[in-house]
């Protein structure tokens, strides 16, 4: 890219680049992806004659949706070759984000699993209107439909991921006290910590692309998850070090032994922990060691 100074693309789309980043990893789960899909805006958008464009972060918007639709429909079949189960790519964020309840939300890893089990086009098409807010027209314009068959899509896919979200609020505080107690119970092998703060129905899923060791398949159930959780880091015992994280805008845990690390994410419904999500996959960690901004506006 030339320097802003002599070049307003350049300067339009660097104004724009956390909010197009935050829609691309939205629709991927990926951040490599998500970077590949801006390069492949900005070259689009290096060629766009800007006297022509009324609505700059719009057009961008759609090139990188248009851009990441294709993308997606690319990984679908990618992940059906992956070997045991898939999550999204944990982000290191700032507070800003946690407090942003919308962007927090739809960054969180329960909320992008729902958002995995979607058509690419039913997942373009929720992201663009329920969480960046985009209009019909505009998303039409992005998906290559009529509007009114967005309109549609938009209502089914909502549906669909309102009756898989979680069923019930917890406050802030409330995940970070459950979060305490668990890391204190995962620390000191106590299984009555755990089965405090466990949901009886919570699942366990680990990632490790094939590369680390992980379960092939979701382990369901608080007994299963607790032998999994006391077997599997009572062999890591002392060399065990947890840190509390901010993970796409949600408390998680960064866990650290024997050069190894994951980040464990969780899922909260009525107080206690019914979903855990732990990523092992190194080419997934790439990014723990910067945060990562990203934006709504």
Do not use: C
Not at 43 to 62: E, F, I, K, N, S
Not at 131 to 136: A, L
Not at 153 to 166: F, T
Not at 245 to 253: E, I, K, M, T, Y
């Amino acid at each position: 890219m030339n320097s802003t100074a002599d070049n307003p693309a350049t300067e339009i789309f660097l104004a724009h680049r956390n909010l197009l980043f935050t829609v691309a990893y939205e629709m991927l789960g990926s951040a490599a992806d998500a970077e590949d899909v801006l390069q492949e805006t900005w070259l689009r958008w290096a060629d766009v004659d800007l006297g022509q464009v009324r609505d700059q972060r719009a057009y961008l918007v759609r090139i990188t949706s248009r851009q990441a639709l294709n993308r997606l429909r690319t990984l679908k079949q990618r992940k059906e070759s992956y070997v045991g189960p898939w999550l999204p790519e944990p982000l290191i964020t700032g507070p800003d984000v946690a407090e942003d309840v919308v962007l927090a939300e739809s960054m969180s890893t329960a909320l992008m699993l729902v958002l995995e089990t979607l058509s690419p086009t039913e997942r373009a098409v929720f992201v663009l209107r329920e969480v960046f807010d985009v209009s019909y027209d505009e998303i039409a314009a992005a998906v290559d439909k009529a509007p009114a068959t967005v309109r549609q899509i938009a209502h089914r896919a909502r549906g669909y991921v309102e009756a898989r979200r979680p069923r019930s609020v917890v406050s802030p505080n409330q995940a970070r006290a459950a979060l305490e107690s668990f890391q204190r119970a995962l620390e000191t092998g106590d299984p009555q910590g755990l089965l405090n703060v466990l949901a009886p129905d919570v699942v366990l899923l680990t990632d490790g692309g094939g590369i680390k060791t992980a379960a092939l398949r979701p382990i369901i159930g608080i007994e299963r998850v607790l032998r999994n959780l006391l077997i599997g880091f009572g062999k890591i015992g002392a060399t065990l070090g947890i840190e509390p994280a901010q993970v796409n805008g949600n408390p998680a845990l960064i866990l650290r032994w024997d050069n190894e690390v994951g980040v464990l994410s969780f899922r909260m419904e009525n107080e206690r922990i019914s979903g855990l999500y732990f990523v092992r996959n190194p080419e997934k960690l790439t990014l723990l060691g910067t945060e990562t901004v990203v934006s709504l506006r």
